[in-house]
């Protein structure tokens, strides 16, 4: 596992395994100040409102822990 801040250069050798390498990306912005130009990127709103709509606004689970319906 690694963390980095955002505008923190780094990087890793080639993955030379039979495995994939993965990654999860978690960036906190506020609505107001940052959009999505391509009309690509999804987001879930933390807290508050989003009267700027930059974003497609993904629904946040029902509760903190729920069970998967099948």
């Not at 923190?8 to 999860?24: E, K, Q, T, V, Y």
């Not at 906190?28 to 700027?52: I, K, N, Q, W």
């Given at each position: 596992?690694?963390?980095?801040?955002?505008?923190?250069?780094?990087?890793?050798?080639?993955?030379?395994?039979d495995?994939?390498?993965?990654?999860?990306?978690?960036?906190?912005?506020?609505?107001?100040?940052?959009?999505?130009?391509?009309?690509?990127?999804?987001?879930?709103?933390?807290?508050?409102?989003?009267?700027?709509?930059?974003?497609?606004?993904?629904?946040?689970?029902?509760?903190?822990?729920?069970?998967?319906?099948?």
């Amino acid at each position: 596992m690694s963390i980095h801040h955002g505008r923190m250069f780094h990087a890793s050798g080639p993955n030379n395994s039979d495995d994939r390498r993965m990654a999860i990306v978690i960036r906190y912005v506020t609505p107001e100040r940052v959009r999505d130009t391509l009309g690509s990127d999804y987001a879930m709103l933390v807290r508050g409102l989003d009267s700027f709509k930059n974003w497609i606004n993904v629904a946040p689970p029902p509760t903190t822990f729920f069970e998967k319906e099948e």
